[in-house]
């Protein structure tokens, strides 16, 4: 199965404090694959590591008019359990969907038939310590999703909704038209050629790393 390493974003910018992108993109390919879907996933959604595990086919949402799915999670597996909320997936997060549908009749993402209670196992420290990003955790998968849609000039209450931040205004349920606008601001992630926004400390980890 080949992973969609390719010119997407994926190692851009992981988390603030590690290296510059040639750094991250050690990263991935050295994963199993099984983890590497879950990783890539995360990055390109900012779920998580309980939602990416625990993801369901029977939450999935399929929407034609977009080209995606959207994943329903229910109240109880949401942080804080306060409403339904919803996990919309970009083009890169919707073709690791379509690579991996049939591996289970249950959870999307499985490894020997089972699902995976954490993204943080072994097999996920021993590669970042191989690759030299000890100081990565699976948490700041999540943030690097946000300040990649940050990079990517992306209004702060759309990040907020991607991200499952309450805020005034939010709802349960997405109409077409606001699930695509989510699609379409998530599709800026997707590319290198979207980091118009760049942090200060961005900028500098990049010159140190040149």
């Known amino acids: 199965m080949k992973l969609p390493f390719g010119d997407i974003a994926v190692p ?8 510059p992108p040639e750094g991250q993109r050690r990263l991935l ?19 998580r590591d309980a939602v990416v595990c625990g993801l369901r ?20 597996k949401v942080k804080g359990r306060r409403q ?8 890169v997060a919707q073709s690791i969907i379509e690579s991996v549908r049939g591996h289970h009749p249950e ?12 993204m943080n196992n072994s097999a996920w420290q021993r590669v970042r310590r191989k690759v030299g990003l000890a100081v990565l955790h699976v948490h700041d998968l999540r943030h ?18 991607v991200l499952w931040h309450t805020r005034a205004g939010m709802t ?7 699930a695509k606008e989510i699609v379409d601001d998530l599709e800026r992630i997707t590319s290198e050629t ?17």
Request: net charge positive.
């Open 194 to 210: 979207h980091r118009q926004n760049r942090t200060l400390g961005m900028i500098v980890r990049e010159a140190q790393g040149a």
């Open 29 to 47: 390919p050295k994963l199993p694959t099984h983890l590497a879907w879950m990783v890539l996933f995360d990055l390109q959604t900012g779920a």
């Open 107 to 118: 959870y999307v993402f499985v490894y020997q038939d089972r699902p995976i209670a954490t």
């Open 84 to 91: 339904v909320r919803n996990r919309v997936c970009n083009s």
């Open 172 to 178: 349960a349920h997405y109409s077409v038209a606001q």
């Open 144 to 161: 690097t999703a946000g300040m990649r849609l940050r990079e990517a000039g992306v209004p702060e209450p759309t990040i907020a909704d």
């Open 12 to 19: 851009t910018a992981m988390v603030a404090k590690v290296q």
């Open 57 to 76: 086919w029977d939450w999935e949402i399929k929407m034609p008019e977009l080209g995606v799915s959207v994943f329903a999670v229910p109240r109880g």
